[in-house]
T-cell receptor, first 113, second 114 residues
Framework: EADIYQTPRYLVIGTGKKITLECSQT?????MYWYQQDPGMELHLIHYSYGVNSTEKGDLSSESTVSRIRTEHFPLTLESARPSHTSQYLC????????????FGQGTRLTVV | GESVGLHLPTLSVQEGDNSIINCAYSNSASDYFIWYKQESGKGPQFIIDIRSNMDKRQGQRVTVLLNKTVKHLSLQIAATQPGDSAVYFCAENRGTSGTYKYIFGTGTRLKVLA
């Protein structure tokens, strides 16, 4: 069982609200990732981090921002939510020294109304 | 742009039969290819990986084949069971110098028929 947690699991929020999706891992992994996934579709990499104070944008452009102040914590923030942000957001972490496996959280399903 | 894509969105197989899920990729510089299984309401789970300098790797009931000539990857599941029903994704590591930036394909839904 992977020790990576996302909160909340489900979030319904109004347009224009600021939201932060939480992701925490207790495995001490340096590398962390955020993916966006629409139902039945592929996972799109939107942010990744190689360690504390290191963040980069992924292949899919996103209006969200991330921070990595602590190894175990990689929150994602939307300053002003819009209906187009409705999706599932998956957080993952990995330690290349242990192999290629990325461990995923359960995801946050976001609905912006 | 470059992408990782799957040939079939849905695959239905009889319980006990073997399943073959295919994946095409276009970045010949990828170091690793990984298969993930995603069950409904859960995050993807690692199944098996294969390095770019290999052409076959076996796990428990699963085999991954890599054909670099045609940039094709497949996942074979032996004696498919109801618990194998899920969406399967292939992913490739497109990072440089081992940076492990994983890019995922569209996914294939595997349905196991009783």
């Amino acid at each position: 069982e992977a020790d990576i947690y996302q909160t909340p699991r489900y979030l319904v929020i109004g347009t224009g609200k600021k939201i932060t999706l939480e992701c925490s891992q207790t495995m001490g992994h340096d590398k962390m990732y955020w993916y966006q996934q629409d139902p039945g579709m592929e996972l799109h990499l939107i942010h990744y981090s190689y360690g504390v104070n290191s963040t980069e944008k992924g292949d899919l452009s996103s209006e969200s921002t991330v921070s990595r102040i602590r190894t175990e914590h990689f929150p994602l923030t939307l300053e002003s939510a819009r209906p187009s942000h409705t999706s599932q957001y998956l957080c993952a972490s990995s330690d290349p020294g242990l192999g290629t496996e990325a461990f995923f959280g359960q995801g946050t399903r976001l609905t912006v109304v | 742009g470059e992408s990782v894509g799957l040939h079939l969105p849905t695959l239905s197989v009889q319980e006990g039969d073997n399943s073959i899920i295919n994946c095409a990729y276009s970045n010949s510089a990828s170091d690793y290819f990984i298969w993930y299984k995603q069950e409904s309401g859960k995050g993807p789970q690692f199944i098996i990986d294969i390095r770019s300098n290999m052409d076959k790797r076996q796990g428990q009931r699963v085999t991954v084949l890599l054909n670099k000539t045609v940039k094709h990857l497949s996942l074979q599941i032996a004696a498919t069971q109801p618990g194998d029903s899920a969406v399967y994704f292939c992913a490739e590591n497109r990072g440089t110098s081992g940076t492990y930036k994983y890019i995922f394909g569209t996914g294939t839904r595997l349905k196991v028929l009783a």
